[in-house]
């Protein structure tokens, strides 16, 4: 990642980012904001001249360069900071970030008196609007290496700084498990790259099933999805348990590290982009090492299925039942609806075995999320009010988009199955609903205390776009963690 470094006294300006604000609804013209360090002698009348002429707006996110040959610095930009929300200098870092990748070194002259969480979005913007992912040669890296955030006291801004480097750390993170190509990533590297991870984090437990604890405890959900594929089926288990904890929070993530659909084959344009399946879990696990490098005052248990639901002659098949952890039974006649059941498993199991005081689950679920909702928002289910609204406050305030949907007791009626408890994939249309109708089956007495995130829409990105950058995008990460900071 970038290094990011506070400082009251910058020692490079060969490359300065001066802030710009919009004019007042009256006037057109954008402004330079009075910043807490002294730019060199004659550069704000240099800004205030430069703006009417290049008509800049000072929108978040626009940047102009001027050019200085022989002088300092060098290369002065103007950066758009909007109306200078939290959400608007996280667009100009990101904006920032990509438009002085031929440099090495940048240094921001902040405001005077900027808000924390305007900091903390700047920091977010930086390091996640620089994200790359390649596993081949890269001529075209950026040489980016240092940004300097100047400011006049800069030990106000240390935890904004930190707080944002590590939800940026475990976001890229996220985009890393998520972006890598399934020829690599099974079950296994799933669980050896989280291993690699807790182990730089003390107060950490993790625990792995493989495929003999499975059968021998009664998971056949997982069992099943994971039978047609030469790498078994994994569940993990990593717990966070501060001493303090008051509040106990499990989180799940559905991890099918490539879904062909099994017997229900996908076609190939269907297919091609699977290794996005485990977008669920790659963000449950990289929140919860987030909460512990944070040192959050709450119990995080995370349980992570993880199959390669795959075609052979040991996958399982359209019309099988299957037994899911606690004896529940699922009839399963689209195996391409695979992710409920390894999630059915795990949410039984956190019931019985965990008991938390809240159980929220992210999935790369249905097509339905995107039909309803585009490619940028999940779909968030939960019969519980308060809950809904604090994590869609948190979701929001991230940078990220959620919005409420249904759970209708009239639909429930459709996972009825003439041969097993219920029908894992009814056919009766309103399918992210009825995904999610099927998984509060197997939330027991925490139903009411349940939350469930489809978000298979808006776990990729297909375009550059601010803070996210083309493929995998971490969604969930930083919603999570916002969340998890309000709980105590």
Not at 340 to 354: G, N, S
Not at 424 to 452: I, N
């Amino acid at each position: 990642m970038l290094a990011i470094r506070l400082t009251a006294e910058p020692e490079r300006l060969d490359t300065l980012v001066l802030p710009v604000r919009p004019g007042v609804a009256d006037d057109a013209s954008a402004e330079p904001v009075p910043t807490g360090v002294t730019p060199p002698d004659g550069i704000v009348d240099e800004v205030a001249a430069l703006i009417p002429v290049t008509r800049f707006a000072g929108r978040a996110g626009d940047l102009h360069t001027q050019w200085r040959p022989g002088g300092t610095p060098r290369r002065l930009l103007l950066l758009g900071i909007g109306d200078a929300d939290e959400a608007a200098w996280r667009r100009g870092g990101a904006a920032l970030v990509r438009a002085v990748k031929d440099e090495t070194h940048v240094t921001l002259s902040l405001p005077e008196g900027i808000a924390s969480d305007a900091v903390r979005g700047l920091v977010e913007g930086l390091l996640l609007g620089s994200y790359r992912f390649r596993l081949g040669a890269d001529p075209d890296a950026p040489a980016l290496t240092d940004v300097d955030l100047a400011v006049a006291d800069p030990e106000a801004y240390e935890q904004a700084v930190t707080v944002a480097q590590t939800t940026a750390r475990m976001t890229r993170l996220a985009r890393d498990l998520t972006n890598m190509p399934s020829s690599v990533k099974n079950p296994q590297w799933f669980v050896e790259q989280v291993a690699e991870a807790v182990a730089d984090l003390p107060g950490l437990t993790l625990r792995v099933r493989e495929p003999e604890q499975l059968a021998a405890e009664g998971f056949g959900g997982i069992l099943a999805v994971g039978g047609g594929s030469a790498s078994g089926p994994r569940l993990i288990e990593l717990d966070w348990n501060p001493p303090q904890a008051d509040t106990h929070v499990a989180l799940v993530g559905k991890g099918i590290t490539f879904d062909t659909g099994g017997i229900s084959i996908k076609p190939v344009p269907a297919m091609k982009l699977m290794r996005k399946d485990m977008a669920g879990a790659a963000a449950v696990v990289a929140a919860t090492l987030g909460a512990a490098s944070l040192r959050l005052p709450v119990r995080v248990t995370t349980l992570a299925p993880l199959a390669e639901n795959m075609v052979s002659g040991a996958a399982f098949r359209p019309g099988d039942i299957v037994r899911h952890y606690g004896g529940m039974t699922s009839e399963t006649t689209n195996s391409d609806a695979e992710g409920r059941l390894v999630l059915a498993d795990a949410l039984a199991y956190a019931v019985r075995e965990i008991k938390p005081d809240l159980l929220i689950d992210l999935a790369t679920l249905t097509g339905a999320n995107a039909v309803a909702l585009g490619t940028r928002t999940g779909a968030l289910y939960s019969d519980n009010d308060q809950l809904a609204e604090d994590l869609l406050t948190a979701i929001r305030a991230a940078g990220e988009s959620a919005w409420r949907m249904p759970l209708p007791n009239d639909y429930v009626e459709h996972l009825g199955s003439d041969l097993a408890d219920l029908h894992s994939a009814p056919t009766q249309g309103g399918g992210s609903v009825l995904a999610a109708l099927y998984l509060r089956e197997f939330t027991g007495e925490l139903g009411e205390r349940w939350l469930h995130i489809d978000m298979s829409a808006p776990s990729w990105c297909e375009r550059d776009d601010a803070e996210l950058t083309k493929g995998a995008t971490g969604w969930g990460v930083r919603g999570l963690l916002r969340w998890l900071a309000t709980l105590d």
